[in-house]
Each structure stands twice: as structure tokens, then as C-alpha cells.
């Protein structure tokens, strides 16, 4: 019988994967409780299009939040996908998430509206929705395709956010974050 403490074993793999997935959690709460007791508004750091400036944003919009509204809509959605992609190997959540902020951001910095400030983990929901999506297309394996479709019947609808249909709400964010979710789906598939 296997000890559940064990390296490689389910055991250790879900409590990695709690660790990660709630240190995020917190860390993004922690910015935005801060955030909103100090007087400075740290959404300043988010990405400024087409400013030296902005560009540190690529890395630090998707833990900036405009509203505790907008903090409590983007935190199960982005769990819960970090989990499914987590659900193979924690390693590829990190090469996920480092692309999706690297191809949203970027994206956003140079289409983004001159003048706007983007931030949120949208981008990275986003990403992670086309990630599981396509790997499925990739892969072609069914365990890719059923979490496919167990995707797209959780969160399928979010796919308009890539239109621009919302005053205030970044569709660049989105719509990149989704295309860097697609090109590290490709990247990573293994068929």
C-alpha cells in the first residue's frame, strides 16, 4: 500500500496544486485589499498602451482589480480553469500562465486604447479557456476532449468577451489572452 504522503502521488500532486492555486488567491486579494486601504491606487501599474511605463503591466494587471465586484467575478473562474489545467502537471499551469500573460499583455499594449489602463485576471481566465479548449483539437485525446466539453459547458458563453460590446471592460485582455491560451495549447499538446 502506498503512503498518500509520498512524492508522485495523487495526494501530494492536490496538495501542490491547493498550495499554488491558494496562494494565488491570496496574493490577488492581498494586492486588492491593499490597494483599496492605501490612498495611492495601485491600477496604476496596470498596462498603459504603448508606454515605456506599461510595460510592467504585462506582469502585474492580472493581480490588479477595479472593484471587489470584479475581484469576486474573476476568482472562481480563474481557480477553477487553473485547476483543470493543473489536474495533468502543475508544470504546465506555469508555462500557461507565463504565456498568456506574456501574448495578452503584449497584445493588449499594442491595441489597447491610448489612454486606458487594462488590469484583471481575465486575461488569464481568458487564456486558460482557450488553452483547454484547443488542447482538445491538438491532443485529440478523449480526456482532452471531455474536459473540452466540460469547459465550454461551464464557461463557454464567456467567448463574447472578446467582442467589444462593454464600456470599460478590456475584450483586448481577453481576446489576447485567449489567442496566447491557443498558441500554449500547441505548444504543449502531446499527441
Given at each position: 500500500?502506498?503512503?498518500?504522503?509520498?512524492?508522485?502521488?495523487l495526494?501530494?500532486?492536490?496538495q501542490?496544486?491547493?498550495?499554488?492555486?491558494?496562494?494565488l488567491?491570496?496574493?490577488?486579494?492581498l494586492?486588492?485589499?491593499?490597494?483599496?486601504?492605501?490612498?495611492?491606487?495601485?491600477r496604476?501599474y496596470?498596462?498603459?498602451?504603448?508606454?515605456?511605463?506599461?510595460?510592467?503591466?504585462?506582469?502585474?494587471?492580472?493581480?490588479?482589480?477595479?472593484?471587489?465586484?470584479?475581484?469576486?467575478?474573476?476568482?472562481i473562474?480563474?481557480?477553477?480553469?487553473?485547476?483543470?489545467i493543473?489536474?495533468?502537471?502543475?508544470?504546465?499551469?506555469?508555462?500557461?500562465s507565463?504565456?498568456?500573460?506574456?501574448?495578452?499583455?503584449l497584445?493588449?499594449?499594442?491595441?489597447?486604447?491610448?489612454?486606458?489602463?487594462?488590469?484583471?485576471?481575465?486575461?488569464?481566465?481568458?487564456?486558460?479557456?482557450?488553452?483547454?479548449m484547443m488542447?482538445?483539437?491538438?491532443?485529440?485525446s478523449?480526456?482532452?476532449?471531455?474536459?473540452?466539453?466540460?469547459?465550454?459547458f461551464?464557461?463557454?458563453?464567456?467567448?463574447?468577451?472578446?467582442?467589444?460590446?462593454?464600456?470599460?471592460?478590456?475584450?483586448e485582455?481577453?481576446?489576447?489572452?485567449?489567442?496566447?491560451?491557443?498558441?500554449?495549447a500547441?505548444?504543449?499538446?502531446?499527441?
Amino acid at each position: 500500500m502506498t503512503n498518500p504522503n509520498d512524492d508522485g502521488t495523487l495526494w501530494s500532486e492536490l496538495q501542490a496544486q491547493v498550495l499554488i492555486l491558494g496562494g494565488l488567491v491570496i496574493v490577488i486579494w492581498l494586492v486588492h485589499g491593499v490597494d483599496w486601504l492605501l490612498p495611492r491606487d495601485l491600477r496604476a501599474y496596470g498596462i498603459h498602451p504603448r508606454t515605456w511605463m506599461g510595460l510592467r503591466g504585462i506582469l502585474l494587471a492580472p493581480f490588479l482589480h477595479g472593484s471587489w465586484t470584479h475581484l469576486i467575478a474573476n476568482t472562481i473562474p480563474l481557480v477553477t480553469l487553473a485547476w483543470l489545467i493543473m489536474l495533468r502537471q502543475i508544470r504546465d499551469f506555469w508555462l500557461v500562465s507565463l504565456v498568456v500573460m506574456l501574448v495578452g499583455g503584449l497584445g493588449i499594449w499594442l491595441v489597447g486604447a491610448t489612454g486606458s489602463v487594462h488590469i484583471g485576471a481575465s486575461t488569464l481566465i481568458f487564456g486558460y479557456f482557450g488553452f483547454l479548449m484547443m488542447r482538445s483539437y491538438f491532443e485529440r485525446s478523449l480526456v482532452a476532449i471531455a474536459m473540452a466539453i466540460l469547459v465550454f459547458f461551464l464557461y463557454g458563453s464567456i467567448i463574447w468577451g472578446i467582442l467589444p460590446t462593454q464600456t470599460g471592460v478590456s475584450w483586448e485582455g481577453h481576446l489576447f489572452g485567449l489567442i496566447g491560451g491557443i498558441i500554449a495549447a500547441r505548444w504543449l499538446s502531446r499527441r
